[in-house]
């Protein structure tokens, strides 16, 4: 496991802690929302594994619908404990779309740049970089980034994430500690993908993995910030990690782990900047 940093003892901003949206997230609402999570999700992908050698195309649609656990469970907590109309503040708040374009552009594009700027330290230190791991034609990469956005994580898990506890969290503890229990809970509630075959996580070093959830949790959460807790660049940023791995060859596939270690290290730079870096007070 990777040390980041030491979470600074001083108190959390206080004005970013007042004006931090809360849509009536108490404690017992927070610890609803990680049961119903968890709940959901790992019921789920027990039940897949059951049903996959009886009936795999039902055992795969299970699987794509455990993966909205924690959009789920933000939707309903929301609901049970601040009624509708919290729901709909809730979802004003998570869907505005009049943001600065730097968080759409920073959403986008970081991912894909950290995973060549590993690609290229590691064709430094003497390895191969393998080719584009999809040579379909473009209408086809153009649907996988849909599906990828659709059903491959984004819209199953920031309406929860950081649409829902991280800034019910931030509330009460401020952005950094929030950002780590959110980064540890998100990659928590990844574990049992590495016991399920064929999925990615069975490739890569469940250790470094679980690391990296709470360094990208990190930058996660000053984006969400930066962008008064709107989720769409949240949604952006998931959607470009996983959309892009499946083009540029980091996720081990078997070979060799380093690019992955070494974007992993640029994540954990980049994680570090920005845990240190003062501020920011969200914005109204």
Request: net charge positive.
């Amino acid at each position: 496991m990777f040390t980041l940093v030491t979470v600074p003892t001083t108190p959390p901003d206080p004005d970013l802690r007042s004006r931090a949206p809360q849509s009536r997230a108490t404690n017992p609402a927070i610890l609803t929302f990680f049961a119903l999570a968890f709940g959901w999700t790992w019921m789920l992908w027990g039940i897949t594994t059951l049903i996959k050698p009886h009936a795999a195309g039902l055992s795969q649609a299970v699987f794509i619908v455990a993966g909205f656990g924690p959009s789920i469970a933000a939707f309903l907590v929301v609901l049970l404990f601040a009624g509708t109309g919290g729901l709909r503040e809730w979802s004003r708040r998570c869907l505005a779309w009049r943001l600065r374009p730097i968080w759409f552009g920073a959403a986008f594009f970081a991912a894909p740049l950290a995973m060549l700027a590993a690609l290229g330290i590691h064709r430094v230190l003497g390895g191969v970089v393998a080719g584009p791991t999809t040579a379909r034609p473009t209408g086809l990469v153009i649907l996988q980034f849909v599906l990828v956005l659709c059903i491959g994580g984004p819209l199953g898990e920031e309406f929860g994430w950081r649409g829902y506890v991280l800034p019910a969290l931030t509330a009460r503890l401020g952005w950094r500690r929030s950002s780590l229990i959110v980064g540890a809970m998100w990659g928590l509630w990844h574990v049992p993908l590495f016991y399920i075959e064929g999925t990615g996580q069975t490739q890569m070093p469940m250790a470094l993995f679980l690391a990296s959830t709470v360094a990208l949790s990190i930058v996660f959460a000053r984006l969400s910030i930066g962008a008064a807790f709107s989720v769409l660049p949240a949604l952006l940023l998931h959607w470009s990690i996983n959309a892009w791995s499946l083009i540029i060859p980091i996720v081990p596939n078997g070979g060799s782990v380093r690019p992955y270690a070494l974007a992993m290290g640029v994540l954990f730079a980049l994680s570090a900047i920005v845990f240190l870096k003062p501020g920011p007070k969200l914005r109204t």
